[in-house]
């Protein structure tokens, strides 16, 4: 019988322009030497005024030079994936493996309950046989709402799903879908009576939630409420699991008479007294629980507020785990992030860029990070299996046979799966399942599954696979980018340093890509003296960069200018706008300035054991007031905060230091205009740039009257220590 030919299931073409792009980089690279030999040539001697300063200005080049050629690393080798899901049910329609799909929530008053079911009824829509489909919803508060709310979803799906089926609805969130609807589609009976069932389901959870109370009424009505008690609390109370769809069970099914996806409530138990690892251990539990019903070989994780906006996301991530000659060594796959409620010119920066241009980047060498959501992974690998040659996992095992006990006895077994000290003096949390100890759990855990020989996949589908929500005001993001950096600084020192613990055992342009983020935090200190230093020498009449008639003026004019043109073109490319890379330069700035330097301090904390490790949920609600803003591009300064008061004195420190050389040219005239120019032109722009990216702060300073604007008191604490420090160093 003649051999069928080798058709793979997924193809990987490498990025355009890459050529192109070395010979940019190569060049760049020429002009930065260029500036170093400038900076060494023309160190001020001792006892001249400002050599210490000069050496400060080499030693933040040097270090904006190297981070700038860890950038380098994931540009230079980018590859794009694409899938053939048409080989893959023609070969495996009949063999598919099980699916359980892992959602966390934490906290039902920044999380609300609509929208975590909402992302719960996307996932079980699924394009994929629903009786190899389990999903479980973590819920850390053990909160009375989400459960409620998990019911009366559960009960929806009955009629969602077939609908999804009928109509081949995208996205199947259905809140996404209908909003996503003008008016002329909506005419269909169908249509109505759907929309209807949802409203009147959000309606019953929107009425409970205000209450903060279920109604005895609705607890009769199902047995799992009795689970809860008067002294539970978000941080205090038992395990409570409850099995309310199994798919094994055929009376579990929807109007068309198809059987439902398994559906399994987990709360894991709480106490003051033991540590529960946040994300990590809510993930670890879901492991455990997950392994005893549908003990599934591949597993998806997504956050509460991601959901699947693409019903055919489990086949591509198969066609990557499937493939008979290319597989074996894939351990996860990799979605990227969207969010639905970004604005055109996203106000707060966004991900982009690492979407668009890093992580293809870093897949050229093995992998992206593994970043916490919209990722699939092989149970195996998450155990701590080791990748061997030899040894193959089996995607298609058989699910864990329904035991004689009834689901009552089976939900109180498995409860002691989740207590509160069953990973206690165990390798849960070390060796087996994500790692414990760091606020950024899953790029440690992603780290050490590629070290035991695996590789990960980024994929990227022309329908974005997850839909999720971003922040919406200043506060917010600065505090996610705070835990992010900490995190990934907290790694480099940890004894998974992608320097040491993956030195050997990953490629050399991967440990780089790592390093990337984990030197998020350190980049404060270099920004903050470029931000500061230059200002106050040109207050002072003391220049720092070369003169406009000198040769040594060319490599700082090609850097600079070769480098905004490039991180333009980048982000353009990358699907953003002109006044979206404007704002991206101004959060790159106030990340730098404010959220990493608090994660370095903290992280040296932690090390010298001063500090313990936390985990701030970002909020997902938002007031009216607040989302009119956002909408309409306006930053949202609000709420008072030490990061705030460093980037408003950091923008007055400027101000006062453009202002004072204003003073000296127009009003005193104690410089020439000429002179100065001529002298200080690079001193000028940097400070003159520096203002003017801080225009919305201004703004918020002085003239906004709505609560976005920055508070008074921060106001008047920047303003007098800014001119208090502008005022000493003008007359040192």
Not at 114 to 135: C, D, G, Q, R, W
Not at 183 to 204: G, H, I, P, T
Not at 238 to 265: F, M
Not at 610 to 626: L, M, Y
Request: aromatic share 14%; hydrophobic share 40%; with cysteine.
């Amino acid at each position: 019988m003649e051999k069928l030919k080798y058709e793979p299931l997924f193809e990987t073409k490498k990025g355009k322009g890459r050529i192109l792009y070395r010979l940019f980089a190569t060049s760049l690279f020429c002009g930065i030497i260029l500036i170093w030999i400038y900076r060494l040539c023309n160190i001020p001697n001792s006892g001249e005024n400002g050599r210490y300063v000069w050496i400060g200005m080499l030693g933040a080049e040097l270090w904006f030079s190297f981070y700038w050629f860890l950038t380098q690393s994931v540009r230079w080798n980018r590859i794009y994936r694409h899938t053939f899901r048409d080989r893959l049910l023609m070969r495996y329609e009949n063999e598919l493996p099980r699916v359980d799909v892992f959602v966390c929530t934490a906290d039902p008053a920044i999380e609300p309950p609509i929208m975590v079911i909402n992302t719960v009824l996307s996932v079980l829509a699924y394009n994929y046989p629903p009786e190899k489909l389990s999903v479980y919803l973590s819920d850390d508060a053990g909160s009375e709402l989400t459960f409620y709310a998990l019911l009366e979803a559960s009960r929806f799906a009955k009629h969602w799903l077939p609908y999804c089926k009928k109509f081949n609805v995208e996205p199947r969130s259905p809140a996404a879908y209908f909003a996503s609807l003008s008016v002329s589609d909506q005419s269909d009976a169908d249509f109505s009576e759907m929309k209807r069932l949802y409203e009147e389901m959000a309606n019953k959870i929107d009425v409970v939630c205000k209450a903060g109370i279920v109604s005895d009424q609705a607890k009769l009505e199902y047995k799992g409420f009795s689970k809860w008690n008067s002294y539970s609390s978000k941080k205090n109370h038992a395990a409570i699991l409850q099995i309310l769809n199994d798919s094994r069970d055929e009376e579990t099914k929807d109007i068309d008479g198809v059987r439902l996806p398994t559906l399994v409530y987990v709360a894991r138990e709480k106490h003051p007294e033991h540590f529960h690892n946040f994300k990590a251990g809510a993930m670890n539990a879901l492991l455990r629980v997950s392994s005893e019903i549908s003990n599934a070989p591949v597993i998806l994780n997504v956050d509460c507020d991601m959901y699947s906006n693409n019903s055919n996301a489990i086949q591509d991530a198969l066609c990557f785990f499937m493939d008979e000659e290319r597989s074996r060594e894939i351990a996860f796959v990799q979605f990227p992030q969207s969010f639905g409620n970004a604005t055109k010119n996203e106000v707060y920066g966004s991900l982009r860029v690492i979407d668009e241009v890093e992580f293809h980047g870093a897949d050229g060498y093995g992998g992206p990070l593994y970043t916490g959501t919209g990722c699939f992974h092989r149970r195996d690998t998450l155990y701590g299996r080791e990748y061997s040659t030899e040894a193959r996992i089996d995607l298609k095992r058989a699910c864990p046979e329904k035991m004689e006990e009834n689901v009552h006895e089976l939900e109180e077994r498995l409860e002691r799966l989740a207590s509160s000290t069953y990973d206690q003096n165990t390798q849960w949390g070390n060796e087996i399942g994500l790692k414990y100890g760091c606020p950024v759990e899953d790029v440690l855990t992603g780290l050490t599954i590629k070290c035991k020989g695996w590789k990960s996949v980024y994929y990227r589908p022309e329908r974005n696979a997850f839909v999720g929500v971003t922040a919406t005001t200043l506060d917010q993001i600065l505090v996610q980018h705070k835990r992010w950096s900490e995190g990934d600084l907290m790694i480099l020192f940890s004894k998974y340093s992608p320097v040491w613990y993956g030195l050997g055992k990953l490629n050399p342009g991967l440990v780089l890509g790592y390093l990337i983020y984990c030197l998020w935090s350190p980049n404060c200190w270099a920004t903050l003296y470029y931000s500061i230093i230059p200002s106050f020498c040109l207050l002072k009449g003391i220049p720092l960069f070369p003169q406009v008639s000198s040769k040594w003026f060319l490599p700082f004019a090609y850097v600079i200018i070769a480098e905004l043109i490039y991180s333009f073109a980048e982000f353009l490319w990358s699907g953003g706008t002109i006044l979206g890379w404007w704002n991206e330069q101004r959060i790159w700035l106030y990340k730098r300035t404010s959220s990493y330097m608090f994660a370095f301090l903290d992280t040296m904390l932690k090390l010298f054991g001063s500090s313990n490790t936390t985990f701030i949920v970002t909020p997902k609600v938002t007031n009216d007031d607040v989302l009119l803003r956002y909408k309409q591009g306006k930053m949202e300064f609000g709420s008072a905060s030490p990061m705030l008061t460093i980037l408003s004195i950091l923008a007055m420190i400027n101000l006062f230091c453009l202002m004072g050389l204003v003073k000296k040219l127009i009003f005193t005239r104690e410089l020439g205009l000429e002179y100065i120019f001529e002298t200080m032109a690079l001193q000028i722009l940097l400070c003159g740039i520096l203002v003017f990216v801080n225009l919305p702060l201004y703004n918020a300073l002085f003239f906004r009257q709505d609560t976005g604007k920055i508070p008074s008191s921060t106001a008047f604490q920047s303003v007098a220590f800014a001119l208090s420090v502008c005022t000493c160093i003008a007359y040192m």
